[in-house]
């Protein structure tokens, strides 16, 4: 009786085959709005599972001249890096799986795998349009990872912990994006810059490199990048609802769960938002304005509120 349970657990909890099917209903949401705010009809609830079991019965086409260990198994590591760090969110209101002191460096470290393995796979290719991809996905990385660490290390620090479920803890109630506005903007910049979303969608832009890093994944391998970043695009939806957003508003139960999935959405219709007002940046402006501009913005506000609370 225990290992049908336990089966049953693995596929079905947040982090598992659950939070696989959550991660294209996002992504499915975030088509959606995008398109309704584009004035056009946008794609039905069920395409992007559509996609990824189409992808996942087609044949993956190795491409000659690449090294085909890391061609196979960088999709994978990709989205074992997303699912693992799902572990230490509290997904949809509910308590992490797993934590430890300091799982919120782990937790964003293994969010950048995702990125990681997109730049590998794409150097690892001889198509030109990959390598340019590879090189624009590596180079943006630099230019938002430490800016995004240090707008959750703001609640972090506040909260006295390293803790993702104590920081939950404290932010439970709490709307922190009032007292630190500039952690909260630069988080939601951030996650989109890690997603390739627009304006930072530079590294895989089809008017210029085709599909960027991925132009030679096909089949299962293109399914599993696009998992992970639903995957991705879940739990950094939810770290920054529980820091910023006041994570249950101190409810339980039901009502905790929906009241938290619900400020998910509101940050999803967000950044729905904020793609369709804006176009796409050079790698070059992604880089220099906001390397530059937000993780000094974000290190000034660190550093007023360490001032505060040590003489207030």
């Known amino acids: 009786m225990t290992t049908p349970l336990s089966l049953a657990a693995i596929l079905f909890f947040p982090a598992g085959l659950f939070l696989?099917?959550?991660?294209?209903?996002?992504?499915?949401?975030?088509?959606?709005?995008?398109?309704?705010?584009?004035?056009?009809?946008?794609?039905?609830?069920?395409?992007?599972?559509?996609d990824n079991v189409k992808l996942l019965a087609k044949e993956e086409i190795v491409p000659q001249g690449v090294n085909r260990w890391l061609f196979v198994g960088l999709p994978?590591?990709?989205?074992?890096?997303?699912?693992?760090?799902?572990?230490?969110?509290?997904?949809?209101?509910?308590?992490?799986?797993?934590?430890?002191?300091?799982?919120?460096?782990?937790?964003?470290?293994?969010?950048s795998l995702l990125t990681l393995c997109l730049g590998l796979a794409g150097a690892n290719s001889a198509n030109?349009?990959?390598?340019?991809?590879?090189?624009?996905?590596?180079?943006q990385l630099f230019s938002y990872e430490a800016p995004f660490l240090?707008?959750?290390?703001?609640?972090a620090i506040v909260a006295g912990s390293w803790q993702i479920s104590e920081i939950a803890a404290y932010a439970d109630g709490r709307w922190l994006f009032i007292l630190q506005p500039i952690g909260f903007i630069v988080a939601l910049i951030g996650l989109m810059g890690k997603l390739e979303l627009p304006p930072f969608d530079a590294p895989e832009a089809e008017t210029e490199i085709v599909a960027g890093a991925l132009t030679e994944y096909s089949g299962r391998g293109l399914a599993l990048f696009?998992?992970?970043?639903?995957?991705?695009?879940?739990?950094?939806?939810?770290?920054?609802?529980?820091?910023?957003?006041?994570?249950?508003?101190?409810?339980?139960?039901?009502?905790?769960?929906?009241?938290?999935?619900?400020?998910?959405?509101?940050?999803?219709l967000l950044l729905a938002g904020l793609q369709s007002v804006m176009t796409r940046l050079r790698i070059d402006q992604t880089v220099g304005l906001w390397w530059r501009y937000?993780?000094?913005?974000?290190?000034?506000?660190?550093?007023?509120?360490?001032?505060?609370?040590?003489?207030?």
């Open 226 to 268: 696009h998992l992970g970043k639903g995957v991705e695009l879940v739990v950094g939806l939810s770290l920054i609802t529980a820091f910023y957003l006041g994570g249950t508003s101190g409810t339980s139960g039901l009502l905790a769960m929906l009241i938290f999935t619900a400020k998910t959405l509101a940050l999803l």
């Open 128 to 139: 030109r349009f990959s390598m340019i991809g590879a090189t624009r996905t590596l180079t």
């Open 76 to 111: 994978i590591v990709a989205l074992s890096g997303a699912l693992t760090a799902a572990l230490y969110v509290p997904l949809f209101g509910l308590p992490p799986v797993y934590s430890f002191r300091g799982d919120l460096i782990a937790a964003i470290y293994l969010l």
């Open 20 to 50: 696989l099917l959550a991660g294209m209903a996002y992504e499915w949401a975030d088509r959606k709005l995008l398109a309704r705010l584009q004035n056009r009809v946008g794609p039905r609830w069920f395409q992007p599972l559509a």
């Open 294 to 312: 937000g993780a000094l913005l974000v290190l000034a506000q660190l550093l007023v509120m360490i001032i505060l609370q040590n003489y207030v």
């Open 150 to 155: 240090l707008a959750l290390l703001g609640p």
